[in-house]
């Protein structure tokens, strides 16, 4: 068994393989590598076998996306650790070492991620996991340095190791055999949010998630979905549903869900007035899929203990929109 490995799900990410991997095999040598492709249709698999021979490359022989894509991979990887990498992430020298120390001295922790900042705007955080993730009280996620759309310039402000909600998919190490404990991904996910209910199932369980500002990795960000795409926000929704009937007590449930429909709704409304109809209507459809599927998917899952608190107090819309709070440090009980 290796104490450490690198998994990497790719699908059609030639250009970013070819762009990020030099640095990646440079900043973390003797550590093996794995990617998993999922179908591609570009000439991703030719260019690793032909420039990586080092680099194992699964063909997982069709587009499984994010979930079920890394459950088949990590099949394949004998590791104590398994670092889960997006293709569009450049790493920096020493990133590795200090995840692999904190989960080695950290028994009850499940997963640790580094800090995620932009490649695009080096001194910024990225959208997808910042310096750690959250969930407020309705289940929409958030993170230290990034509220909905707000990215915060790193000044060093989220410089502390802290316990978080959940690690970004984009970039976080995992205890493998917690991995297999709750059973991985959720294929149904499919993609998007699907490391946050990971994360949540894993807090049942009574493990934690660290954030850990010695290691700093630069994220593309949209590299297969576009942050734009309705497909994509079409997902956001429908996981975010299927977030909290997995997650919330049954006692819970019916409240909570009633106010995170009238809130997706009015974002529905919201993307409309601002031209977006193709946006909206994905809202739509996801609350559809939701509505018709509910029965079968809660049924589907065992339900989780009910002494996990593992959301936020308020509503993060609320904080955001109405009382116009644009950062996470000036946010209540944090």
Known sequence: MHKIAIAILNYNGKEYLEKFLPALVANTPNTPIYIGDNNSTDSSVSFLKTKYPAITCIELGSNFGYSKGYNLLLRHINAEFVALVNSDIEVTPNWLAPLQTALH???????????????????????????????????????????????????????????????????????????????????????????????????????????????????????????????????????????????????????????????????????????????????WKAHIKVWRTKKAYKNKHLQPSNGTNYRKPYSIVWQYFIKKIKTYSALPNK
């Open 105 to 283: 001295t950290n028994p009850d922790w499940a997963t640790v991620q580094p800090k995620i900042k932009s490649h695009l705007k080096k001194d910024y955080f990225e959208y997808a996991g910042a310096c750690g993730g959250y969930i407020d009280k309705y289940g929409y996620p958030f993170c230290r340095g990034r509220l909905f759309n707000t990215l915060e310039k790193d000044k060093g402000q989220y410089d502390t190791q802290v316990a978080i909600g959940w690690s970004s998919g984009a970039c976080f190490v995992v205890r493998k055999s917690y991995f297999a404990e709750v059973g991985g991904f959720d294929d149904t996910f499919f993609a998007h949010m699907e490391e946050i209910d990971f994360c949540w199932r894993l807090a049942h369980k009574g493990y934690f998630h660290y954030f850990i500002p010695e290691s700093t990795v630069y994220h593309v960000g949209g590299a297969t979905l576009s942050y734009a795409s309705p497909f994509k926000t079409y997902l956001n929704f429908r996981n975010g549903l299927y977030l909290l009937y997995k997650n919330l007590p049954p006692q819970q449930l019916t409240k909570i869900l009633l106010v995170r429909i009238v809130l997706d709704w009015l974002s529905a409304i919201y993307y409309l007035v601002q031209g977006k109809g193709s946006q909206s209507m994905a809202v």
